[in-house]
């Protein structure tokens, strides 16, 4: 088996209580704690898969009350981020972007319509960036982004009518 790191963003901090509880019931190697005030719980889970170790981790948490918003991930970022990560400047970066620079066809922001803080997502910059710059670069493991996905459909699904019509969508 391999251990898995990744940290779930929880609805409230647990009480000491049920933190016990949970340390009780096997969940001994989860970290309770806050990140910029965010309830937060940190895994070192083994399992055989990271979407065994995602997916148990939740369920234990929602067994003992507590609710798993979402995963930290790094796959939403913005210009200035890709630029770090390819070691470029931003301008050359945000150049790529609005097809000034390169051959065109950068990925689309993940909120177009929205002013403000602009995102990309790395799973869709990452082979752009292969195929037209020929930079090898990490992709990051799509386990915690459709963890993500599953967590915010988890959320929402009670609110709209006929959700199984599109949950269904998954099974296509």
Known sequence: MTTYDFTLVLDRWPTEDEQDSLFASGCDDATFGDEQGVPVAEFDREAETPAEAVASAIQTLDRAGLRALRVIDHDLMTLADV???????????????????????????????????????????APWVRQHLGIEVQEEDPTLAFANLILQARQYSKHVSNAELLTSLLNT
């Open 83 to 125: 630029a770090i990560r390819l070691g470029q400047s931003r301008e050359s970066v945000r150049r790529y972007a609005t097809g000034d620079r390169g051959p065109g066809g950068f990925p689309p922001p993940a909120n177009p319509a929205r002013g403000g803080t602009v995102f990309y997502r790395w799973s869709e910059i």
